[in-house]
């Protein structure tokens, strides 16, 4: 079994900053993309920003420029930096990581997800 526990979330007035963690624990060989989404009341959930295995990144153009995503690969751990964040940026954040374990590749698992709310 493959868990992402996440942490990191909160209430923030606009303009402020969090940073959200995102730990995998279990059978892990290898542990390729992790990324994190978001999910608004009402909309569908969608891609935030995304680290490779050796660091690439991507980013939403919403997003670009005030959050930034990174990974330490000793501790199985993505994090998140959110700054000047905006009401819109009000969600709830889930973890994403794609892992390979011995004998079997490309396992999907999301964390619980963390609220994230800005107030204007």
């Known amino acids: 079994q493959v868990q992402l526990v996440e942490s990191g979330g909160g209430l923030v007035q606009a303009g402020g900053s969090l940073r959200l963690s995102c730990a995998a624990s279990?059978?892990?060989?290898?542990?390729?993309?992790m990324g994190w989404y978001r999910q608004a009341p009402g909309k569908q959930r969608e891609l935030v920003a995304v680290?490779?295995?050796?660091?690439?990144?991507n980013y939403v153009d919403s997003v670009k420029g005030r959050f930034t995503i990174s990974r330490d690969n000793a501790k199985n751990t993505v994090y998140l930096q959110m700054n000047s964040l905006k009401p819109e940026d009000t969600a709830t954040y889930y973890c994403?990581?794609?892992?390979?374990?011995?004998?079997?590749?490309?396992?999907?698992?999301w964390g619980q997800g963390t609220q994230v709310t800005v107030s204007s």
């Open positions: 994403n990581a794609n892992v390979d374990g011995i004998g079997w590749y490309g396992l999907e698992r």
């Open positions: 279990g059978k892990i060989f290898r542990i390729n993309a």
């Open positions: 680290v490779t295995s050796v660091g690439s990144t």
